[in-house]
Structure formats: structure tokens, C-alpha cells
């Protein structure tokens, strides 16, 4: 497997990505610690994500990576950009369902920390819902510390109105999060 920072995503090239995930835990509120408090067992489902199917294309504020597996097939891709705040924002990870806990996701994530170290960026923030645990708790392990919360996010999307907007910080070194 490798990272390979690109120009250019095309929805082709990530079309074959299997980015659902099984839920089975909820994260519950208070979101209001570095990491999640409570986490309870729901009926389980299978949550349908899709990755963004418009081309995407790298431009001076943004990163574009891809990994590769096995034959060259894409297995996973991230996208970056610089934030208003001096954060880069994840816009986009994704893993595909068969490269799961492997080092996929470490991977690609040392290649948005190493990019926003480059940046002089303060260090990387991203948004997850609540009934993502597996990448809540990835999220943890890497270093991230939840920052606050959003329950009306996604309110006007259907079946995802029930869902919390998570929002995760990276500090890079040298970087003080504010009490």
C-alpha cells in the first residue's frame, strides 16, 4: 500500500470504494470532554456513504492524496483544504470497507499532518456524525480531541436528521488548544 499525493481525483478512479459502514454503538451527548463520554449499543445497521462523485482537482490550498493496494486500484483517498482559521479541514477521508484497520487510515492521515505542517497550519480539523464510532475512536488513537458538537447539522437530510456533527481537532506541536 502507498499514499500518493495527486492533481487530480476523478469520481472513476473512487467509484468502486466501499465507504459504508456497519453502526452498531452511538456516541451519546455530552460532547463536551477531549474524547467521547458514553457510547451506547443501538440495532444495528448499515450506514451508505458515498464518496464526493464530482472530479476533484488540486489547487494551492488543498491536498489531493490517494492510496494504492494492491494492482494500483485506488483503496482509499483524503482531501484537505486550508481552513479560515488556520486548521486544515479533512474534507474527505475515506477507506475503502477492505482496507479497514489496516495502516490505510494512519497513512493517510500522516499525509494531511504532513501537509499542514508544511502549510504552517496550527494542525487539522475534521467532522464526523455520532453514529461513526470506528472512526470516532480512530480519531482518538491518533491524537484528535473532540472539540464540540453540531445536532442540527444535518437536520434537513432525512434519515441522517438524527445524527450529531462531531467536530475533531490535531494540534500540531507547539500548538496550545484554548481552555
Not at 484528535?144 to 458538537?149: D, E, I, K, P, R
Request: aromatic share 10%.
Amino acid at each position: 500500500m502507498r499514499i500518493k499525493r495527486v492533481g487530480r481525483v476523478t469520481a472513476e478512479e473512487i467509484a468502486d470504494i466501499d465507504a459504508s459502514f456497519d453502526v452498531i454503538y452511538e456516541a451519546m451527548p455530552p460532547f463536551d470532554g477531549p474524547r467521547l463520554q458514553r457510547i451506547e449499543p443501538v440495532s444495528p445497521y448499515r450506514k451508505i456513504y458515498t464518496p464526493d462523485p464530482e472530479d476533484q482537482e488540486q489547487d494551492g490550498d488543498k491536498l489531493l492524496a490517494v492510496a494504492e493496494g494492491g494492482g494500483g486500484r485506488t483503496c482509499g483517498y483524503l482531501r484537505v483544504s486550508r481552513g479560515w482559521n488556520g486548521f486544515a479541514v479533512v474534507e474527505d477521508i475515506v477507506v475503502d470497507r477492505d482496507s479497514r484497520r489496516s495502516e490505510l487510515g494512519r497513512l493517510l492521515m500522516d499525509e494531511a499532518r504532513r501537509w499542514a505542517r508544511d502549510e504552517g497550519l496550527a494542525g487539522i480539523r475534521l467532522e464526523t456524525q455520532s453514529n461513526n464510532v470506528p472512526a470516532c475512536m480512530f480519531y482518538q488513537a491518533y491524537g484528535f480531541m473532540l472539540g464540540g458538537s453540531d445536532r442540527h447539522l444535518y437536520a434537513a437530510l432525512g434519515e441522517s436528521r438524527r445524527e450529531t456533527a462531531l467536530f475533531w481537532y490535531y494540534f500540531l506541536p507547539g500548538v496550545l488548544p484554548a481552555a
